[in-house]
Nanobody, 125 residues
Framework: QVQLVESGGGLVQTGGSLRLSCATSGHTFDLMGWFRQAPGKEREFVAVFSWSGDNTYYADSVKGRFTISRDNAKNTMYLQMNSLKPEDAAVYYC????????????????????WGRGTQVTVSS
């Protein structure tokens, strides 16, 4: 079975940093990424990487501040978040697509097959 478990969320001051982790069950995926959802808002794309193509893509709102990385030996994906802003506060979800979706679906929630349960990130102003 496929399992994704996020961790690393917490409270940080504006301008601070956090590193989120997503532990997997050891399965391989074409894509793995992160979405986030603030109260009353739609779940939005944050970042993604392709295992086979070794490519990454970031939402404009986090570009230059967030970085995706992975540790294959630990079956873990990371999201390093720097220069955090109050608008970054949200529940962050790890996700994975067994097979890469068609077109631009990788930017949408519907493009992914598996989801973690989320980890809360709070940024104080």
């Amino acid at each position: 079975q496929v399992q994704l478990v996020e961790s690393g969320g917490g409270l940080v001051q504006t301008g601070g940093s956090l590193r989120l982790s997503c532990a997997t069950s050891g399965h391989t995926f074409d894509l793995m990424g992160w979405f986030r959802q603030a109260p009353g808002k739609e779940r939005e794309f944050v970042a993604v990487f392709s295992w086979s193509g070794d490519n990454t893509y970031y939402a404009d709102s986090v570009k230059g501040r967030f970085t995706i990385s992975r540790d294959n030996a630990k079956n873990t994906m990371y999201l390093q978040m720097n220069s955090l802003k109050p608008e970054d506060a949200a529940v962050y979800y790890c996700c994975a697509a067994k097979r890469a979706p068609a077109g631009s679906s990788w930017r949408r929630e519907t493009g992914y097959d598996y989801w973690g349960r989320g980890t809360q990130v709070t940024v104080s102003s």
